[in-house]
């Protein structure tokens, strides 16, 4: 990588959190310095400070003379991140129905019919990118832009567990099912019930943790992974 001091420090950062956020580094993932650094060609110095940005962001953790690991999934963290999530979609959502326009609208439903076509190819990393763009389309329609920025760079923990179930086909199609029935509740302006399904959509996910943490048990903290009760007061957060 060239360029000066800065933008290296900037690339190397992007480079790891998207590797991160993509589970490229899973979580736990020993990091060494010296091995990034070579395997990105730059010197050590950038990929210290990028650690630092990332550990900051919640993504790794630092312990001083022994080793620096990507991050576990954190079952309060993720609570935290859908939380914030949920308030900014939900406060959105009903801005987004008194604006639109029928234009937005057909744009919505297009998303979802190219939706459908990923899940029927089973390109599920297309299928995740198509769910987010829309809910960012919601936002950049009502001009909430830093609202859609601060979910995604917010989001570390509840990314990464979300990620985990794009390989599930019913999940995947129950979620499409969601956007169909928000869109048509959006269509007939009703605030509330196009915000009950959204707030249903948010936390559907969790119905599938159980499976999911036999399934990866190494990507979540141990400690959360072997309480049942911490697991039921996650499931219970609504």
Same mark, same amino acid.
């Given at each position: 990588?060239?360029? @000066?001091?800065?933008?290296?420090?900037?690339?190397?950062? @992007? /480079?790891? &959190?998207t590797s991160i956020m993509t589970l490229q580094l899973k979580p736990g993932t020993v990091m060494s310095t010296q091995e990034i650094a070579v395997k990105l060609d730059v010197s050590r110095t950038p990929v210290r400070e990028a650690f630092i940005r990332l550990q900051r962001d919640g993504l790794i953790r630092m312990f001083p003379q022994k080793e620096t690991i990507?991050?576990? #999934? @954190?079952?309060?963290?993720?609570? *935290? $991140? &859908?939380?914030? &999530?949920?308030?900014? $979609? /939900?406060?959105?959502?009903?801005?987004? #129905?008194?604006? /639109?326009?029928?234009d937005d609208? *057909? $744009?919505? $439903?297009? @998303?979802?019919?190219? *939706?459908?076509a990923t899940l029927k190819a089973g390109d599920y990393k297309a299928l995740i990118s198509l769910d987010n763009a829309f809910h960012q389309f919601l936002f950049s329609v009502t001009g909430q832009e830093l609202s859609w920025e601060t979910i995604e760079n917010t989001s570390n923990h509840y990314a990464?567990? &979300?990620?985990l179930t794009i390989s599930d086909n019913s999940i995947m199609s129950d979620a499409i099912l969601q956007h169909e029935a928000m869109l048509q509740k959006i269509r007939e302006k009703d605030v509330a019930a196009a915000r009950s399904l959204f707030v249903d959509h948010l936390h559907h996910l969790e119905n599938q943790l159980p499976s999911l943490i036999a399934d990866y048990k190494d990507y979540f903290e141990e400690e959360q992974v072997s309480s049942e009760k911490k697991l039921e007061d996650f499931l219970s957060e609504k």
């Open positions: 990588m060239g360029g @000066n001091n800065s933008s290296v420090q900037s690339a190397v950062y @992007n /480079a790891l &959190r990507v991050s576990k #999934i @954190n079952f309060a963290k993720v609570a *935290q $991140e &859908r939380f914030l &999530r949920e308030s900014l $979609e /939900a406060s959105n959502l009903e801005l987004f #129905i008194h604006t /639109a326009t029928d609208l *057909q $744009e919505l $439903e297009a @998303n979802i019919t190219r *939706q459908k990464r567990i &979300r990620l």
